[in-house]
């Protein structure tokens, strides 16, 4: 006995296609026999004369926890008159959409279940051959199945695992009670050939800081970096936790497609060989037998940070010391990378000279000490899952000290008082006012309290601070980040500065002159290097602020003015020439990979000269200088800088100067995630009911045995917010991870000519062009309810500004703009800040409606209809009549400004090329409705806030800067 072979068998114990088997290839009467039989059927294609009863008391308890409503099932078996649904009946109730999928199984359905057990036929002839034993192919197997199988028969995720509560789909069943099954299983005595059973337990584990760490950036290779090490970090402190249990057991984030855990894949399925072939090659051609292979470049979706900084999983509690394999595995890749970067700077940059002995273990100690790591580990209850257990209530894990040892955190909890008590009411036939008896509650039923505990448990840790002393040495504070002390390259402090230019100039674009940087902020510089290493793959750098305030320029040249291009690409070459021949060089340039795939073969040239060079005033002597240490300038080289100028002044490039960060998040994730929490009545949450997972003909046979029930309101109790459980959890997880994966990237850097930093989950950071953000995070917020969950908002924070801003400012502001999308705007809202190049912020927002409105005064705009003076002239007026340190102004103030905009558009008209698309009505409707968001009574007056006034004015400044020019006059 092994815990893979456990975990095989818990998802093999119903057929992938366990509903056309229910319904068209059994006997009558032989439903059952007969699907277990199919089970084994499959299971012995890879193993052979195994059983597939071997763990049945196991896989049954794990089946029930992670079943959804399974007391709900046990009421449907006690009915007078059992429920029948027929095969042209099943179909899929996808809860977080809520659409239904009707006739899932049908009669056709035959050559798929062909095609099922053809590949487990193939799997079964290609095991014979592996030169492995039993474990190890039910280690393969496993995760063959567990990764693929979505691939390969895409419809497992839309057959139900139950016909009658069809919301989770077979698939999403057989996951978790895999996942359960091993976390109620005291997994050591397995090893021994020992079956025990254990308590179940939950792990969180997080690494910190975050925003700090990510937001201490010069350049967007810093940026990126600073969220990829995060999340690398995270993916290794996973590792002993998937090798030894499994990546099913990790609720949050789903693991599967995730590209490190595909890596990782990789690695186990390279190691094995049949006769012929390694098992990554068998799969490969697996691939191209039975799904359309994806093409996407996986290196690039290799190096998109999109594992979060923490995790949360399922665990047996006699494996809780995987918590510290967990921090131990952190620990070593940290020793590692310090270890790496000594032997870059010794034998590769620094090699002719003598580097400070203890350089490495200044880095190492830094880094240990910076990183933090908290985590939790919860026992469901106090005592272990009994095997043996042939009561109502599986393996005896009740609810009881859950309820009873927690009660006076949960005793106020609305998911307990009117929904799981409830339930369990229901299940035990219980009058009103009788005491509920919880050790007859199965504990699969305080699964969201459990969650809930949890966090509390982890902020507890969290306010406990690990300190690690770290003796001041009374060096300078790093450059960067200005929190911890330079890394000493020498003892000697003038030797010190001296190799730190030194190491400048030997790697350009690594360093500024004259800048010196901790462990931490140079940890980030060298780890596109260190991650070629790791991951054997081509790190390339990133686009720089230039760069993507260049890319509507650049666009607009490779489509119409082929002739400039080529004579800039030429001058450029004679100036990055003459910068080399004087011992110089200009640091790789990369640009975005939308650019690089429309225009990357013909004009590639262009392409990969970064977007500060088609700027006139990047030739000045003092940019130069300051940027690049150049202050020899002969004339030769001044003859050359000429030539460009002369080109760029005659081409009239106008482009703006600005660029976008955008940052979004998923609203209440948390309480999805717990499914309830309190919220205010403006922005109330549409939670799943009961009444969404039960198939419609079960709900009216359910209504007509309860319709004269003294004990309990059924039709109350359905339409009351459906419990989380472990598959619901898992669902959600899934579908955020395959928003992440599938859908950010391809909108953000192939449809919108951005740069994706960070995705993960319900979490995006990207850079765009000003002229593109907004809709982008637009269709964003729209594609996260289609793919995500159509009840489910998203708010945004956006920040433009000028390619030179200090980028940290511009990430924490990026960050403010968030949160009062959040709170200042309600959710489900964007917020805007445009940060000048004097540093003037002008703040604009709204709900995503906005979107249209703005787009419609962009092109009123564009096309000369709404002359851009209008966009000033708006704000001048409030600025003459609000008084911006009151908070609030009288209707009569608003009255007055709606006359005065009403005045400027009808001055307008003498400037009009076109017939607007907008009409003085819809402003001023629209404004209207903007500002009474927030409106007050004062005194039977009403007030409205000054600020909200603001930021509808600034909405025309947005409109003006999202076309894309230079003339703004700001």
Known sequence: MGVWKLKLKAFLHDPLDKQWVLSFDCPKNKEHE???????????????????????????IADEISYPMNEINEILENLKKPTIIKPEEICFHDIYSRKIRKKVINKYFKNKHKRLEKFFQLLGNIFLNLN??????????????????PDFFKWVTIHPADSQIPSHSIYNHLVQTSAIATAITNVNELLSGKLEGDIPAFLIFTIGPVQSFIAKARKTQDLWAGSYILSYLTYKSLEPLIDELGPDMVIYPNLRGQPLIERWLHNIFSSIRDKNESFEQIIESFKAMFCHNNKEDNEQKLLIANIPNRFLAFI??????????????LTNTLTKFAKEIDTLVKEEYLKDFEINPAFQDEIKNQLLSYFQVYYAVLPWTTNKCNLESGGNIPGELTSESVFNDHKILFEKSEIRNLIIEEIIKLNQNSKNGDKIDYSKAGIGRSYPLLIDLLEKLLGARKSIRDFQYLPSRNREKCHLCGENEIVSLSIDEKQ?????????KKEPGLLKENERLCSVCLFKRFFPKLLEKELEIKVLSFPSTSEIASIPAKVELLKNNEEFVKKFVEKYNNFKNSIEASGRKLPFSETVPALKKMYGGKYCSLCSIDGQWLMIESYSKDYLKNEFGIEKIDESFLRTIGEIKELLYKENLNFSRYFAILQMDGDHMGKWIRGFGSFEESEKIEF???????????????????????NINLDSLIEKVHPSTPTYHQILSSRLISFALHEVRRIVEEKYFGKLIYAGGDDVLALLPVNTVLNCAYELQKRYKEVVNSRATMSAGIVIAHHKYPLSLALKAVSSAEKKAKNLLGRNAFCVQLITHSGETKESGGKWDLVDFINKIRNDLQNGSIPKVFCNQIIEIMNQLLNVEQESVSQEIVEILKLEIRRLWQRKKKYEGKKPILKIEDV????????????????????????????FGYLFYLAKFLTGKDDLNL
Do not use: G
């Open 316 to 329: 047996p509690f006699s494996r809780k010391n995987i918590a510290d394999k967990c921090k131990e595995s």
């Open 496 to 504: 010190n500065k001296s190799l730190w230019e030194k190491l400048r």
């Open 34 to 60: 007969s699907h277990e039989m199919v089970s084994e059927k499959l299971l012995n294609y890879i193993l052979p004369n195994e059983c597939i009863e071997e763990f049945s008391e196991i896989t049954k």
């Open 924 to 951: 001023i409707e629209r404004f209207e409705k903007y500002i009474a968001q927030d409106i007050k009574n004062s005194e039977n007056s009403l007030l409205y806030k000054t600020q909200k006034i603001l930021m």
């Open 688 to 710: 799943p009911t009961i009444k969404e997972t039960i198939h419609e003909k079960v709900l009216e046979d359910l209504q007509n045995n309860f319709k004269d029930s003294t």
């Open 132 to 149: 492995c034993n039993d474990e190890e192919k039910a280690k393969l197997a496993f995760l063959l199945l567990w990764q693929y199988v």
